[in-house]
């Protein structure tokens, strides 16, 4: 079955760590994008990427880094320079368009101890 | 810049009560407008969606209306269930990057 997959589902971080939240679709979609979303809050945006090899900036980009080296793979690092990343991060992809919607993973939930 | 705008929640209705959940957006041109709902733990999942004005979209006994004049894309149901207690996200697409602008969601309670 085409989806996209989160993973871990859980993930715990020591203050000053670096971590990476994985994110993988075989839909074939050429967007990809990583919100970020607190409790009783919307979806922020972190950072987007529309093709191979090329990711933009959202609202909400410091403290994180990503890497789109393959169509299928977008995968988030919280790094320690984020001073507050206890939440829960979802990611999407898209096949791109003004009328496709989105589809998302089952997202990660993020704490840190 | 393009924003979208929802009531905010939560909403408490007993079963079978009448939905309506009112979500207005600003944005240059015509944008594709959609209704995502996220249970509780989960990811978000598409709804419904309209891609131009007077367009309605429908699904699972759920409505909208793109209304061009008001700029609104309100969602209703006629008969709730406890299980469309969610969070219910309405969205535009921009027309310049493709990418997805979320209101601040608005959650549903729905009471046997």
């Known amino acids: 079955d085409g989806g996209i997959t989160q993973s871990p589902k859980y993930l715990f971080r020591k203050e000053g760590q670096n971590v990476t939240l994985s994110c993988e679709q075989n839909?074939?979609?050429?967007?990809m994008y990583w919100y970020r979303q607190d409790p009783g809050q919307g979806l922020r945006l972190i950072y987007y990427?529309?093709?191979?090899?090329?990711?933009q900036k959202g609202d909400i980009a410091e403290g994180y880094s990503v890497s789109r080296e393959k169509k299928e793979s977008f995968p988030l690092t919280v790094t320690s320079a984020q001073k507050n990343p206890t939440a829960f991060y979802l990611c999407a992809s898209q096949t791109g368009g003004l009328n496709t919607e989105a589809f998302f993973g089952q997202g990660t939930r993020l704490t840190v101890v | 810049g393009n924003s979208v705008t929802q009531m905010e929640g939560p909403v408490t209705l007993s079963e079978e009560a009448f939905l309506t959940i009112n979500c207005t957006y600003t944005?240059?041109?015509?944008?594709?407008l959609f209704w995502y709902v996220q249970y509780p733990g989960e990811g978000l999942q598409l709804l419904l969606k309209?891609?131009?004005?007077?367009d309605k979209g429908s699904n699972k006994g759920f409505e909208a209306t793109y209304r061009k004049e008001t700029t609104s894309f309100h969602l209703e149901k006629g008969s709730v269930q406890v299980s469309d207690s969610a969070v219910y996200f309405c969205a535009l697409s921009d027309r310049g990057t493709d990418k997805l602008i979320f209101g601040t969601g608005t959650r549903l309670q729905v009471f046997p």
């Open positions: 839909l074939n979609h050429d967007a």
């Open positions: 309209a891609t131009k004005a007077d």
């Open positions: 990427s529309q093709i191979v090899n090329d990711f």
């Open positions: 944005a240059t041109g015509y944008p594709s």
